[in-house]
């Protein structure tokens, strides 16, 4: 958007809009007095709330005049601007902030310029939730801010995971990641392959194209870099209580989505223990099914609500249990009661690339050849088999409407048969 200083220019010259907007930086002392930062916070978390957009700091809203900003101070106004960002707009901003220099006949004048992309989240400033109409913003009202949460989050014609992720590019996405899904009768052009499988898409403007949430999450070799949430955190406790001084294991896991799948099972596994006994020969019996821990990681990270920011899938070991908690709740109509009976799927696009990834982890009694398949039967896995391992049914809850748990019991330890002579 403005790629030059010359479109910028003309942009000044027509005015502000939905696009632009322009705001003179005052002083008072050496202090900035203006504009007031709780006025800022809400006029960038409107663009960022509404449409990719620039505002211009240094420049007259009304005459249009370019007054500029004293070179000397240009950082300490992108200082200024990036604690606003991080202090007083929840989730925080990510802006990209730049130094020009633009030509006022013939004078040089330095001016800030803030790149807002149209985020992922909705973003509350210092004085509410706002969104952008022309060249002024608007207090969004309940009704218009219940639906713009459901359109970032998973019920809208373009879903959360083909969204374009604006802060990261084409060379973010490692080609032996993306070429694996890569079939004989694919495209040949690179751009119109990744396009078709929906791991790039174009901005607003249709002018440059980004990663999307999926190209992300499953072709780049870090997607917590760009997604903070993208991650699951795993800890292992001794015996059964949740606290800091009892953790045996904890790990961070990171990676492509398979990756992840694949070390979270391996974390597991490594925690765990098989009993064993004589009766009379050698009967192993183990603490958990890896089959029923491999299907409930799965479902975690396929299904979770990628959209609520700094919500990160936690995975937790005890001596008795095994907990998954997984951000967001049941999608669309289903209930707890019929989880097993019904299928939804929030993130389409994620599972159908989750479903051409080969088996990467050694789940006793799967006879799956790919992560996921179309059936629907990975939670009446979990219930029956685990079940029948532990005697205990597990079970799923929904906390605070924005977290799903559940709750794999572990097999008791086997009884020594007793020797008669």
């Known amino acids: 958007m403005f790629q030059d200083n010359s479109a910028l220019l003309k942009q000044i010259s027509l005015g502000e809009d939905t696009t632009l907007e322009l705001k003179t930086i005052h002083y008072h002392n050496n202090k900035i007095v203006g504009p007031h930062r709780n006025s800022l916070s809400d006029e960038l978390a409107a663009m960022a709330n509404t449409y990719t957009g620039v505002i211009l700091l240094g420049v007259d809203d009304k005459t249009k005049n370019i007054c500029g900003i004293p070179k000397s101070q240009l950082d300490h106004v992108e200082t ?10 929840e989730p925080p901003l990510n802006c990209f902030i730049h130094k020009i220099i633009l030509y006022d006949n013939t004078v040089e004048k330095y001016l800030i310029r803030l790149d807002i992309p149209r985020s992922l989240f909705v973003h509350q400033s210092a004085s ?7 060249s002024s913003k608007r207090r969004m009202k309940p009704d218009f801010l219940a639906r713009l949460f459901q359109q970032r989050s998973q019920t809208r014609l373009i879903r959360f995971d083909e969204q374009s992720v604006i802060n990261a590019e084409l060379d973010d996405l490692n080609p032996k990641l993306w070429k694996r899904f890569k079939t004989a009768l694919s495209s ?14 174009p901005d607003d403007q249709q002018q440059h194209f980004h990663p999307t949430v999926t190209g992300i999450l499953m072709a780049t070799d870090s997607p917590e870099t760009f997604m903070t949430n993208a991650f699951i955190q795993a800890v292992c406790y001794r015996g059964t209580e949740r606290h800091v001084a009892f953790q045996l294991d904890a790990q961070d896991i990171t990676g492509p989505l398979d990756i992840q799948i694949k070390e979270a099972c391996t974390f597991v596994h490594r925690n765990t223990r098989v009993f064993a006994i004589k009766a009379p020969y050698r009967i192993e019996t183990p603490q958990f099914s890896m089959n029923v821990i491999f299907e409930a990681i799965v479902n975690a990270v396929a299904h979770r609500d990628y959209s609520i920011y700094g919500a990160k899938i ?3 070991v005890f001596y008795d249990r095994v907990e998954i908690f997984s951000p967001g709740t049941i999608p669309n109509s289903m209930t707890i009661d019929s989880l097993s009976e019904r299928q939804s799927t929030r993130n389409e696009l994620l599972t159908s690339l989750l479903a051409r990834c080969p088996m990467n982890f050694n789940a006793q009694g799967s006879h799956r050849r790919f992560l996921m398949d179309k059936r629907g039967d990975g939670v009446p896995i979990i219930l029956s088999e685990s079940k029948a391992l532990s005697g205990k049914t597990p079970i799923y809850q929904i906390f605070d409407h924005s977290e799903l748990k559940l709750t794999i019991f572990a097999a008791p330890a086997p009884q020594q ?3 008669s002579y």
């Not at 200024?80 to 707009?89: A, E």
């Not at 040949?188 to 898409?201: C, G, H, P, R, Y």
């Open 314 to 316: 936690r995975l937790h």
């Open 80 to 89: 200024w601007v990036r604690d606003i960002c991080n202090d007083l707009i």
């Open 417 to 419: 048969p007793s020797v």
């Open 188 to 201: 040949e052009d690179e751009q119109a392959f990744l396009t078709k499988i929906k791991m790039i898409s």
């Open 128 to 134: 509410g939730y706002f969104y952008r109409i022309g």
